[in-house]
């Protein structure tokens, strides 16, 4: 850890089990919104969650986000753009054809990345008349998320000034040379080596990329077992390269 994540990021002890959300939830745009963060922050976070929807590993992750960098704060957003409809964490890894089966219908169904990137904008608008002070954001994405992520921080006029992906979703070098602003990628050691280095590669903007080997896919959200101290520790490590990311580029 840097001197400087040691300064901007004091990440108060992780909850394994239990959890209690420090923010609440609100309707944006019409989409029930979970909120975390001072009302008045002048720099906000969208975090895209994974196919899992609300976990408490991953709200817990957005209040770390919020409150953790001693010198700024930040307002975090996770929306839920499944509408109340997440995939079944039963169905994952679909190591069987029921699975393979129920998890392929519900993505078609409802998980289909050009059918929510449209709802990005209009849900940032809405959180700026919710606090008028926010002058910039960062986005956060898990898995599926990432890809999320991954896609905007792509677009000719980016609506984020930086972007972080964990464990993410059908990594493409293509997006990666599309990349417009800086990119960190925390993968896990379910993600293929071949295709984060390509991912690495084909970035042309500030970029911290790095592979945690041992971590399952999802072990910053859903996925994370934080009974486990290892994956709890690891899980701590990625919230606070993220935050340093930020501090240092939002």
């Given at each position: 850890?840097?001197k400087h994540s040691?300064?901007?990021c004091r ?5 394994d089990?239990?959890y209690?959300?420090?923010g609440t939830?609100t309707?944006l745009n019409?989409?029930k919104?979970y909120?975390t963060?001072?009302a008045?922050a002048d720099?906000?976070?969208?975090s895209?969650?994974?196919i899992?929807?609300?976990f ?5 992750g957005a209040?770390?986000l ?5 010198e700024?704060k ?6 839920d753009?499944f ?5 079944k964490?039963?169905?994952?890894p679909?190591t069987?054809?029921?699975k393979k089966?129920?998890l392929?219908?519900w ?5 289909l990345w050009?059918?929510h ?12 008349k919710n606090?008028?002070s ?9 898995c ?5 992520a991954?896609?905007?921080?792509g677009h ?5 000034k930086?972007?972080?992906q ?8 293509g997006d990666?040379a599309?990349v417009?602003i ?5 993968a896990?050691g ?14 042309s ?9 041992g ?5 910053m959200s ?27 580029h939002?």
């Open positions: 850890m840097s040691e300064a901007c990440i108060s002890p992780v909850v089990e239990g209690q959300p420090k939830y309707e019409g989409t919104t909120v963060g001072p008045n720099r906000a976070i969208l895209v969650y994974d899992f929807g609300f408490p590993q991953t709200i817990q209040d770390i919020a409150d953790s960098d001693v700024r930040y307002q975090v957003y996770v929306p753009f509408e109340g409809n997440p995939a964490i039963e169905w994952y679909p069987d054809d029921e089966a129920k392929g219908k993505f078609q169904d409802s998980a050009p059918n990137l449209p709802k990005v904008r209009g849900l940032l608008e809405a959180a700026e606090n008028p926010i002058k910039s954001w960062g986005i956060i994405g898990y599926w998320g990432g890809k999320m991954s896609i905007l921080a000719e006029e980016p609506l984020f930086a972007a972080v964990t464990s993410p979703a059908m990594i493409d070098a990666a599309n417009k800086p990119m960190m990628l925390l896990s379910d993600e293929t080596g071949e295709e984060v280095k390509a991912y690495d590669d084909s970035l903007v500030p970029k911290h990329v790095e592979i945690f080997d971590q399952v896919h999802g072990f859903a996925r994370a077992d934080l009974k486990d101290s290892k994956v709890k520790a690891e899980y701590e490590r990625g919230y606070k390269l993220s935050l340093e990311f930020f501090h240092k939002l």
